[in-house]
């Protein structure tokens, strides 16, 4: 799809389209756009979690007892499960006096602001790790006969990149463990 010609990421040599750790401004782009989106959905999918878990239980108490001191029991009832507490204050909802923010946690407008700049960070480095790990690990040749980039070696086959050391499935296989075990860790101090 892109009009330039890739780039293999550890060389910077122009390659055919196809080659294993070939990178392109078009596909880099898309890998950032794409984790943008992903983080977008987790802030989305957070906040949704926040709102079943709290509006049941709030809305019967509120409705039973009609009244402010009311309103600070049903919160401060929904409070007392940590996760909860957690999830409402990532989505946002708040009761200061009963839901304060902890130091250096986002909730709200920035937490789905630093999701989505997560996401995009995390779209890139798993494309470039990716495309590393291809260029190194997966062979990439071409075949003089069928006039193409093939993954495996043979009489015909002038080498490009890498070796067969993965296939297409194990290089995205460990980018996306690598990828998301950092993600994870990232988000447990979020």
Not at 1 to 8: E, F
Not at 14 to 26: A, Q
Not at 102 to 109: A, C, D, F, N, T
Not at 127 to 137: F, I, K, M, N
Request: glycine share 12%; aromatic share 4%; proline share 5%.
């Amino acid at each position: 799809m892109s009009r330039g010609q890739p780039r293999l990421i550890t060389s910077l040599r122009n390659v055919p389209p196809g080659t294993n750790g070939g990178v392109s401004l078009l596909g880099t782009a898309a890998g950032i756009l794409g984790g943008a989106v992903m983080g977008g959905a987790a802030a989305a999918a957070s906040a949704v979690s926040a709102a079943r878990a709290v509006l049941p239980s709030a809305l019967s108490h509120l409705h039973a007892l009609g009244s402010h001191r009311a309103t600070r029991s049903a919160w401060a009832l929904m409070m007392r499960h940590s996760h909860v507490a957690s999830l409402v204050r990532r989505a946002g909802v708040r009761e200061p006096s009963l839901v304060p923010a902890m130091p250096g946690e986002l909730s709200g407008p920035a937490f789905g602001v630093a999701m989505v700049a997560l996401g995009a960070l995390l779209g890139l480095l798993g494309t470039l790790l990716d495309s590393l790990l291809g260029a190194q690990l997966q062979f990439s040749g071409w075949d003089n006969e069928r006039k193409r980039v093939v993954s495996t070696p043979g009489v015909h086959v002038k080498h490009l990149s890498g070796c067969v050391v993965l296939s297409n499935d194990g290089v995205n296989a460990v980018s996306i463990l690598l990828v998301t075990s950092l993600a994870g860790a990232v988000m447990w101090f979020m």
